[in-house]
């Protein structure tokens, strides 16, 4: 299994999740440790492919070259909201959502102490990682305020400790496709390498376009494999890049 785009550095194109899949969770987003080598880890693999790798993250792009610093690479962040198809060009986003949702969904988080809103302004994401008996109330109570929402159409989608409202229409899966269209990707085999459920709809096109599709920690439904941790990927990665 991880051989998968090793044997063949030059027909694969690479999508990696950040956190959970590069990178250990941690209580709060901006507490995760990077690890010292993972920037030249993935600048190696990167260059072994051509440029056919790029980041699929619920995180912002600003916020994984913060951690990546100096390096740059193709990315889409806020779950497909955000994209950047040059590492050295601008990012794109989807339209912001109203300033009311955060207002309100805070107001719903006063119920739930030990919680934490993560505005991105595209999604907002609701970490429960410090309380985690209050998942089902939680999930519950943003579900009726997304059902009740006439300012903006929302799903609800579940992380690893986190809910994330976003605006439907993007995902993983669609920028994976997207980036498929594109040099240097097209006519490649995609592989992507993620951590949860809410990464199904990258593992889906990943798998519909040919190419595989491997969760990490857990195995997940329609994947193709398996790594047993983050420090399994990154040790995947160094070999792809030796």
């Keep these: 299994m991880h051989q998968a785009a090793t044997q063949a550095p030059d027909q694969v ?23 010292a080598d993972l920037s030249s880890t993935l ?5 072994r492919l051509d440029g056919a790798l790029a980041l699929l993250s ?5 916020e994984l070259d913060r951690f990546l610093t100096p390096l740059r690479l193709r990315a889409s962040g806020i779950h497909g909201a955000e994209m950047r198809t040059d590492p050295a060009g601008p990012s794109e986003a989807a339209c912001a959502l109203p300033a009311t ?8 988080l006063a119920d739930f102490p030990g919680t934490l809103l993560e505005d991105k302004g595209v999604t907002l994401s609701i970490h429960y990682r410090a309380v985690p008996d ?16 006439e300012t903006q159409k929302l799903e609800l989608v579940t992380g690893e400790k986190v809910f994330e409202l976003k ?38 096109a990943a798998v519909a376009l040919g190419g595989e599709a491997f969760s990490v920690g857990t195995r997940l439904p329609g994947t193709t494999g398996s790594f047993a941790d983050p420090a399994d990927v990154r040790a995947w990665l160094r070999n792809i890049g030796a």
């Design 13 to 35: 194109a690479l999508f990696l999740d950040f956190d959970g899949t590069l990178i250990d969770f941690a209580p709060r987003p901006e507490a995760v440790t990077v690890p």
């Design 43 to 47: 600048d190696r693999a990167e260059r």
């Design 58 to 62: 619920g995180r912002t792009i600003a």
């Design 101 to 108: 949702m955060a207002r309100s969904v805070r107001r719903i």
């Design 134 to 149: 209050a998942a089902d109330a939680l999930r519950a109570a943003l579900a009726d305020y997304v059902a009740g929402c």
């Design 167 to 204: 605006p439907p229409g993007f995902d993983k899966g669609s920028a994976l496709r997207r980036f498929m269209q594109m040099a240097p990707f097209a006519g490649r085999r995609p592989v992507f390498v993620a951590d949860h459920e809410i990464d199904q709809a990258g593992f889906d």
